[in-house]
């Protein structure tokens, strides 16, 4: 049960990062054009419509224009670059805390969990291109590192946020190790707390 809640909230934070960058573009002033996914079907503006060229290896393709006074590789492309894995390393957090704050029962926990473990977006994206240069899921996605490629247009050394990325996901997954520990823990007879 809990595999399948994965590649279901896997599907859909694969949706978010690509419209956290459209939106972004749009909140910046440029243009949303288009969001389309695998194997080729536009979801917005006009969904079905087929996508015209070679679709490749991606899971889902944007396409923005971007606004005035807009440079290039400036600040509002680097956010732009960053908020697609951005976006959803914050709701793994919201996810993990909302999990330590609300402790919830039975099938709840399960897609917070699987939202937790999405922090692998940010995680594999500013490691496997960067570090390997292979593409974000090995096999298939993108080879530039884009939230990497974000950080350093917004000022940030592209080392340290590679290594803040690799402490953060190493505290969440932590901090969700915990979470799971501490509910088994309480559940056994023999080692409840007093």
């Known amino acids: 049960m809990f595999l399948l809640t994965v590649a279901l909230v896997w599907l859909v934070a694969s949706l978010v990062h690509e419209l956290s960058h459209g939106l972004t573009a749009q909140a910046l ?47 509002q492309e680097g956010l732009v670059w960053l908020m697609g ?24 926990r399960y897609p917070l969990m699987a939202e937790v473990l999405m922090l692998e977006d940010v995680l594999l994206y500013a490691t496997l291109p960067e570090l390997l240069g292979v593409r974000h899921y090995i096999v298939f996605g993108g080879r530039r590192p884009e939230p990497v490629d974000g950080a350093a247009m917004l000022g940030c050394p592209r080392y340290v946020f590679v290594l803040l990325t690799i402490v953060i996901s190493a505290m969440m997954l932590g901090g969700l190790v915990a979470y799971v520990l501490r509910g088994r823990v309480r559940k056994h007879p023999m080692i409840a707390p007093a």
């Open 85 to 108: 894995s951005g976006i959803n390393l914050l709701l793994a957090g919201l996810a993990l805390g909302a999990l330590w704050l609300f402790r919830p029962q039975g099938w709840l």
């Open 29 to 75: 002033g440029g243009r949303f054009n288009w969001l389309s996914v695998w194997p080729g079907i536009q979801l917005w503006p006009h969904l079905g419509q087929p996508y015209q060229g070679e679709w490749g290896t991606a899971i889902a393709k944007i396409s923005y224009t971007t606004g005035p006074g807009w440079t290039s590789q400036g600040w």
